[in-house]
């Protein structure tokens, strides 16, 4: 399947009623982002279009917000969103092989790549999730799992796709 | 069976719901019908989560550790009064408060920490039967000015816990001094620091006790108008913090006319975005503006002309949590607890290859081996700790031979290391030192905004040495360059993240240069964590024959027939060192040298 097709369709209403219920002064460019992004997952160019045409916020501070952040995507993501901890703690305790094990069970081989190909999951590293003593950690769907060792994250994944009917692209090692 | 009546709190933060809190309340509610249930945040015992208080209507109370579902029946019938007492699963009870699990909280001075675990964060009724507010209404019914509040906290001695230890009167009284009829109080709750959880804890666990610090903050510099930013990663406390300034607000401790007063202020939440960067004061001021988080030149600083150009001051989350305690006990108490330069106490976040991770609070001035073995238990295995890393990217390394080092600004200081927020991430031999200053020059590398040439090139020139050594293709003369670059990304730099940027890498050539000299001259790894360094073997006379390893390894890499272990093997030329099969081995039939 061609990401490209995951582009979202945006609904002009929902945007115009955030910039309404957050504003409409620069200082809301990042506010009215996390709003768009928690909605469709990243920022899908058209709604970006919309908060310039609505707004007082210009084109470069949006983009420049946009691409400033870490927390903000500007691609298409899959359906489901695993956020794997690589914080010092998660770190040294072996968070590299969460990356693997996942990106194994779901056929993401090209290293430039986050998104399985049949868009059912992304796999991003994010930094500390603040539960370091529970080291290593990662989030599916917002549920974060605690002590996940590198063979763990692909038990709960497995699960997690059996559970939500999704399909995984890699070579299934449960069997 | 008896009918004890059971009243049963629940540790509900974050770290409690991800090791599965919700599903053990779930199922003691359905077996203890009759049972009281409370909710509340982190005690900071993560490492026993999840966590169960029973208390019975004799005062009796059990502490349970490591609940699942699968345990609990055992906890069930005990509360039942049929089966026995199930000791593995129990950290202390009132029979028995000074065990090796109570020692944890035994031996912690809770000031900031105070209701953390102890109240539901949620429930503003629950922090006022506390004595919350209490502190705001003493300052406003007694009349005390905004001078006397600053002096009180003058006394106190507090320096601000956001990492660099400024007095927190002193700052105050820049702002309050400053002309200006709008003023900001600003909470820094952006933690940054990979490997700290102090502010989440209290943000989550008790925000109306920070949110009475922003009022006291507020009151003394003549603040009207207040921002917690909050990371994002933080969904719970941005959550319950906005629910604390609901509820604050609708009774009147927040908004116009605070308790009848002509003292005005409101609080609003931003939401980080994702920046390490933006937990500098300057930064963080330009992103609460909708812009990028890009720090500027002091001065003027935020006290004289800070956010949309009023004079503003941004306090760190555990500095605010100690406010209200100062305000109600005197500055002279809170003097008295510490030592003479580094006043009160100090709550870290431990983690890493220690027995019992979480949280603690300490008064200043004890040592780190007082935290790490008294409190946390020492080494989490076998292995002897070897280093501590404090402050997180900003800070350094500490190794085992300095641990009777005391807790104050100074002497952490001396050490090359910085007190930073609270983070402490322990280490044991079977931890690399040169790919932990690998690992954050590559997090400052990535977090640099760019604004300066030698934060944003220095540091990415510093990560490529590293990210050579790591490989076995480093020279000698890379370390003496990283010191070089260092100390030049040091004094070049435009912000704390480049001036501090190179602290890990100095500590540990400081404290580990054999272990660089060992990956330069003699291409080993004594940590076995350096990938291009180390390979895996199987070791057959250990080996079971089961085939796990087959199959996790993600590159089919590992051959051999089930149940003969003397046919195992990794094709080295197909391996990627990745350990997925040494840690599934449960023979622990694998070596990584
Ligand atoms: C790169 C960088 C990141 C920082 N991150 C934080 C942070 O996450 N939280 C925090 O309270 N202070 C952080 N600080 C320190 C703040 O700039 C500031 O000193 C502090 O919030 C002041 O509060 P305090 O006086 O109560 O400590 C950071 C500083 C730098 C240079
Ligand atoms: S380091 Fe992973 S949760 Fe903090």
């Not at chain 2, 200081?413 to 402490?424: D, K, V």
């Not at chain 2, 044991?428 to 090139?457: H, P, Q, W």
Request: with cysteine; hydrophobic share 40%; charged share 20%.
């Amino acid at each position: 399947m061609n990401l490209q097709n995951m582009e979202a369709t945006v609904d002009p209403e929902l945007v115009h009623h955030w910039i309404t219920a957050i504003g409409s002064d620069s200082s809301a460019a990042v506010p009215i982002l996390q709003a768009i992004q928690g909605h469709y997952g990243y920022l899908p160019r058209k709604a970006m279009d919309l908060v310039v045409a609505q707004t007082g916020i210009n084109a470069s501070q949006l983009y420049g917000v946009a691409t400033f952040y870490a927390q903000f995507r500007l691609k298409p993501v899959g359906r489901h969103m695993i956020k794997v901890c690589h914080g010092t703690a998660c770190h040294v305790q072996g968070a590299d092989r969460l990356n693997t094990s996942l990106r194994h069970a779901l056929g993401i081989s090209n290293p430039e790549q986050d998104t399985a190909s049949n868009g059912s999951y992304t796999v991003e590293n994010v930094a500390c999730i603040g539960c370091c003593s529970l080291a290593p950690v990662m989030v599916i769907d917002g549920q974060a799992f605690p002590n996940v060792k590198g063979a763990d994250a692909q038990r709960q994944l497995f699960k997690h796709a059996r559970e939500n009917n999704e399909i995984l692209a890699g070579q299934d090692a449960e069997n | 069976m008896s009918n004890t009546q059971w009243t049963i709190t629940v540790g509900e933060g974050s770290c409690g719901i991800a090791a599965g809190a919700p599903e053990v309340t779930e199922l003691l509610k359905k077996r203890l019908p009759d049972a009281q249930f409370k909710s509340v945040g982190c005690v900071g015992m993560c490492h026993r989560e999840v966590m169960v208080e029973t208390v019975d209507d004799q005062g009796r109370s059990y502490l349970w550790g490591n609940l699942t579902k699968k345990n609990l029946p055992k906890v069930i019938q005990f509360l039942r009064g049929d089966g026995v007492l199930p000791k593995t699963l129990l950290i202390r009870s009132s029979e028995e408060p000074d065990c090796e699990g109570g020692h944890y909280l035994t031996r912690q001075t809770r000031i900031a920490l105070r209701n953390v675990g102890q109240l539901n964060p949620t429930s503003m009724a629950q922090y006022l039967d506390r004595g919350g507010y209490d502190a705001i209404k003493k300052i406003i019914t007694s009349g005390m000015t905004p001078e006397a509040v600053i002096e009180e906290v003058k006394i106190a001695k507090i320096r601000g816990r956001g990492g660099a230890g400024f007095p927190t009167a002193t700052k105050w009284g820049f702002a309050r001094n400053a002309p200006g009829d709008v003023k900001y109080l600003v909470c820094n709750g952006d933690e940054g620091d990979p490997g700290a959880f102090m502010d989440r804890s209290l943000l989550e666990g008790d925000p109306h006790n920070v949110l009475e610090g922003m009022l006291i903050a507020a009151y003394a510099i003549g603040a009207s108008k207040g921002y917690a930013y909050i990371r994002a990663e933080y969904p719970l406390a941005v959550q319950y913090f906005g629910q604390a300034i609901q509820d604050a607000r609708e009774a009147g401790y927040l908004g116009y006319h605070i308790l009848g007063s002509d003292f005005s202020f409101d609080i609003k939440i931003k939401e980080g975005a994702g920046a390490f960067v933006c937990g500098e004061e300057t930064a963080l001021m330009a992103s609460i503006q909708g812009e990028r988080g890009m720090p500027r030149i002091r001065p003027p600083f935020p006290a004289i002309s800070g956010l949309f150009g009023k004079p503003t001051i941004i306090n760190n989350v555990e500095t605010l949590a100690n406010l209200p305690w100062i305000i109600q006990n005197g500055g002279a108490a809170y003097a008295a607890i510490g030592t003479e330069k580094s006043s009160g106490t100090k709550v870290f976040a431990l983690a890493g290859a220690i027995a019992r991770g979480g949280l603690v609070e300490v008064p200043m001035g004890v040592t780190i081996r007082h935290v790490l073995e008294n409190i946390g238990g020492g080494s989490a295995s076998t292995r002897p700790l070897k280093a501590v890393q404090l402050g997180g990217p900003s800070g350094g390394c500490i190794p085992e031979r300095l641990f009777d080092t005391p807790i104050e600004y100074e002497a952490i200081n001396a050490t090359g290391a910085i007190m930073g927020s609270g983070g402490m991430v322990v280490m044991d031999s079977k931890s690399c030192m040169v790919d932990l200053a690998r690992y954050f020059l590559e997090f400052t590398e990535n977090e640099s905004c760019g604004k300066c040439t030698f934060c944003r090139i220095g540091t990415l020139r510093m990560k490529e040495i590293l990210t050579r050594i790591c490989a076995g293709e480093g020279t000698m003369e890379d370390i003496d360059l990283l010191e070089d670059l260092g100390r030049s990304v040091q004094s070049a730099s435009l912000c704390g993240l480049g001036q501090t940027a190179a602290n890990p890498v100095l500590t540990t050539i400081k404290y580990f240069r054999d272990e660089y000299i060992a990956h330069v001259q003699e291409k080993r790894c004594p940590g076995g964590v350096c990938k291009g360094l180390i390979t895996h073997t199987i070791l057959n006379d250990k080996c079971s024959g089961c085939s796990i390893c087959e199959r996790y390894c993600p590159v089919n890499a590992i051959t051999g027939t089930l149940k003969h272990p003397d046919t195992w093997v990794i094709d080295p030329k197909i391996c990627i060192n990745c350990g997925m099969c040494a840690e599934v081995c449960n023979p622990d039939a694998i070596l990584a040298a």
